[in-house]
């Protein structure tokens, strides 16, 4: 079964270090997503991303973050400097359709921990 | 504001009750979808019910809607061990910014 997944399961870095997270959406899907959850908290949306640009990001997605498909296959968030707060696991999802009609489909997440 | 606070945040069963999960949300939806994380792990989509429906099963899965009360519930029935996991109700007006309720923790004791 097609199943998106991400790397590196686990990043240890230091505060103020760039991340790059990567993920591999499931193949015919259109639509990318980074969702956060810290540790025993809700999960978080941070960006939508369709036809190569961004569709919604939210309040916590500033400056220090962006995202980007390099190629046709991986969807990448990058964190250009690490604060204490952004440790976290990261998701990543993707779906065919939007517009209500759609489920996502979740990576196993991105573990990040920012010393 | 806040979409999707569920209640109970916690709930502890034995093996072969029935489980109830409730969400409410704040703003219009188009649908609303249930998800399952197993701690530390990934979300698994488990059903979605869309505006114009009140009621929708999936094998043990019984989930509610009601608009006008703004609120949704997922009932799990014969509950197993198995079924441990965190639940998240998720709301939005279309997937480009699904967002997530605080989720109930469901221990279910064999």
């Known amino acids: 079964e097609p199943e998106v997944t991400q790397t590196p399961s686990h990043q240890v870095t230091q505060m103020g270090q760039e991340v790059i997270l990567r993920c591999v959406p499931i193949s015919n899907h259109l639509y990318f997503y980074w969702y956060r959850q810290i540790l025993g908290q809700k999960v978080e949306f941070l960006v939508s991303?369709?036809?190569?640009?961004?569709?919604?990001k939210s309040e916590i997605f500033d400056d220090q973050f962006s995202v980007e498909r390099p190629d046709g296959s991986n969807f990448t968030l990058k964190i250009r400097s690490t604060k204490l707060e952004d440790s976290a696991m990261y998701f990543c999802?993707?779906?065919?359709?939007?517009?209500?009609?759609?489920?996502?489909?979740f990576g196993e997440g991105s573990r990040l921990t920012v010393l | 504001s806040q979409q999707g606070e569920e209640d109970p945040q916690a709930l502890s069963i034995q093996e072969g009750e029935n489980a109830t999960m409730n969400c409410s949300y704040k703003t219009s939806i188009n649908n609303l979808q249930w998800y399952r994380q197993n701690s530390g792990r990934g979300l698994v989509h488990l059903i979605l019910i869309r505006s114009n429906e009140r009621e929708k099963h999936s094998g043990r899965l019984r989930v509610t809607l009601d608009t006008s009360k703004k609120s949704s519930s997922l009932l799990i029935t014969a509950s197993r061990a198995a079924d441990t996991a965190s639940y998240f109700c998720a709301t939005g007006p279309n997937t480009d910014k699904l967002i997530f309720g605080t989720g109930t923790r469901l221990q279910v004791f064999p």
């Open positions: 991303f369709y036809n190569n640009e961004i569709s919604e």
């Open positions: 999802a993707s779906t065919r359709d939007r517009g209500g009609t759609g489920e996502l489909f």
